[in-house]
C-alpha cells in the first residue's frame, strides 16, 4: 500500500517519519535506547490509529548498530498495535559488514563487482570496519559458574543468539548468575542460564538453551534463541511482560505480585505445539507432541 497523498505530520524526538519513493521511512535517533524508540513509535502511532494501517514501511538506522533481537520487537510492535509492515532497512554498510562478521564469526572483506576476476590480494584489501576487525575469534566464554562482573556488564554469546546457527544440545554450558538483573542489563549466552534472584522489569535474558529463574521473573526472557523450540523456562514467580521460545512468542497476562519467599509454587513455560504453554511446574520437564 502506497503512501498518501497527504503530507506525513511533523513529528520529533527519537521518531522521524517521512516518505521515499512512495513508502513510509522511519528514521530513528541512533542515540535513542529501543525502549524509547519502541514508546515514542506508539506515542506517534496512536495520534492517528489507522491513517498508516495496511501500509508498508521501512526502518532507517542511521548509523545505529544492527541488534536483531531489538529490531523485532520494534517490528512487533508496528505490525500487531498499528497494522504496519516493516519491509525494508536502511543501514550504513559498515554497520551490515559488522553485523555479518558478527552472525558468521568470519572476518569480511567486500569485492567490487569489476574485481571479481582478479584474485584477491592481501596488501589491497577491502577495509573490514574496525570492531569487527579485532574480533578474527569468537569471544571468550564464561566460566559455567562466573556472573556479571559489574552492574551494567553484558555477557555476550558466541555472536548474536539470533539464528546464528541451528540450535545446539542443551545441557553442555550452563552460566550461573549469582545475583538478580536490574532494568537494564542484559544477558547473552550460547547455553542454559541461570539466575539466582529476581530478573526486574527491563532487563533481558537471551538464551540458546534453557532459562532458570530462582526468584521473580518480571523482564523478558528468549530461551532457545536459535530456533531450538525444546528449550524451556522455568521461575519460582512468573510474571514476565514477554516471552519467547525459538520462534514463538507470548505476551502473559498481567498477574498480582506474590511472595515467592512463602511456598509460591515454580511455573513452566515450554512450545506446547504451535503455541507458549505457561503452567505450574509439576517436578519432571513437559513433552510436546509434536517433538520426538
Not at 576476476?117 to 559458574?145: G, H, I, L, N, V
Not at 497476562?253 to 509454587?265: K, L
Not at 503455541?275 to 505450574?280: G, L, R
Request: aromatic share 6%; charged share 25%.
Amino acid at each position: 500500500m502506497t503512501l498518501p497523498a497527504e503530507k506525513i505530520p511533523p513529528s520529533g524526538g527519537a521518531l522521524l517519519l517521512h516518505a521515499l519513493d512512495g513508502v513510509l521511512v522511519l528514521e530513528l535517533d541512533p542515540s535513542a535506547s529501543f525502549e524509547a524508540l519502541r514508546q515514542a513509535v506508539r506515542d506517534t502511532f496512536s495520534a492517528s490509529p489507522d491513517r498508516f494501517r495496511g501500509m508498508d514501511a521501512r526502518l532507517d538506522l542511521r548509523a545505529r548498530t544492527i541488534e536483531l533481537f531489538d529490531l523485532r520487537r520494534l517490528i512487533h510492535v508496528l505490525k500487531d498495535e498499528f497494522g504496519v509492515t516493516a519491509t525494508g532497512l536502511y543501514c550504513t554498510p559498515e554497520n551490515l559488514q559488522r553485523y555479518a562478521e558478527r552472525e558468521l564469526k568470519l572476518r569480511i572483506w567486500t569485492r567490487r563487482a569489476m574485481d571479481l576476476d582478479e584474485p584477491p590480494t592481501e596488501d589491497e584489501p577491502a577495509q573490514p570496519t574496525a570492531p569487527a576487525a579485532k574480533a578474527e575469534a569468537s569471544p571468550a566464554e564464561p566460566s559455567p559458574s562466573s556472573a556479571p562482573k559489574t552492574d551494567d556488564e553484558v555477557l555476550e554469546c558466541e555472536g548474536d543468539a539470533e539464528e546464528a546457527a541451528p540450535a545446539e544440545p542443551m545441557g553442555r554450558r550452563t552460566l550461573c548468575i549469582d545475583r538478580g538483573l536490574r532494568s537494564g542489563q542484559v544477558v547473552r549466552y550460547s547455553g542454559d542460564v541461570l539466575v539466582y534472584g529476581d530478573v526486574n522489569p527491563g532487563a533481558e535474558i537471551i538464551a540458546v538453551g534453557n532459562v532458570h529463574v530462582f526468584g521473580a521473573l518480571k523482564g523478558t526472557v528468549h530461551a532457545g534463541a536459535r530456533g531450538d523450540e525444546s528449550a524451556i523456562i522455568l521461575s519460582f514467580d512468573l510474571r514476565a511482560p514477554q516471552l519467547r521460545i525459538g520462534r514463538k512468542i507470548a505476551f502473559p497476562a498481567a498477574r498480582p505480585a506474590t511472595n515467592v519467599r512463602y511456598g509460591h509454587a515454580p511455573e513452566i513455560a515450554w512450545v506446547n505445539g504451535a503455541e507458549i504453554t505457561i503452567e505450574p511446574y509439576a517436578g519432571r520437564l513437559p513433552r510436546n507432541p509434536g517433538q520426538s
